[in-house]
């Protein structure tokens, strides 16, 4: 496997960026150091509260989780559902949006923020 060195822009503060590009895809050029692949995309969003609660736990951190690249399929033996996409069981928790949206620039990732 071969990558194409690019020089990586810096990463500009949130403020900076308009809110309505939010919900777009952000292209960004792939980071050679990155761990992750070059078509990775990462989501980045703000979980919900449950509905079965009216408590706020669990919803003042931002999530980036990586969307499937290879659907799911079912196992002939077990019947069980499984898949071959190691990025579905990576999650990441951030304090803040913009440390979400720094660390997807610093890697190179494409990412939606929802």
Same mark, same amino acid.
């Given at each position: 496997? =071969? ?10 503060? %949130? ?26 995309? &990462?989501?980045?969003?703000?979980? =919900?509260? =449950?509905?079965?609660? =009216? @408590?706020? *736990? ?5 999530? %980036? ?11 002939? %033996?077990?019947?069980?559902? @499984?898949g071959d996409d190691p990025l579905t069981q990576v999650e990441l928790r ?7 949206? &720094?660390? *997807?620039?610093?890697?190179? %990732?494409t990412y939606v923020v929802n």
């Amino acid at each position: 496997m =071969s990558y194409v060195w690019k020089e990586i822009e810096p990463a500009q503060p %949130l403020s900076e960026t308009s809110r309505t590009d939010l919900g777009r895809r952000a292209p960004r050029a792939h980071n050679p150091d990155s761990v992750f692949p070059p078509d990775a995309v &990462a989501r980045i969003f703000r979980p =919900s509260r =449950s509905v079965m609660t =009216s @408590g706020k *736990a669990r919803t003042k951190h931002w999530i %980036l989780r990586f969307e499937r690249q290879t659907p799911p399929f079912i196992e002939p %033996l077990m019947g069980w559902t @499984g898949g071959d996409d190691p990025l579905t069981q990576v999650e990441l928790r951030f304090p803040t949006l913009e440390s979400a949206v &720094a660390y *997807a620039r610093r890697q190179g %990732l494409t990412y939606v923020v929802n």
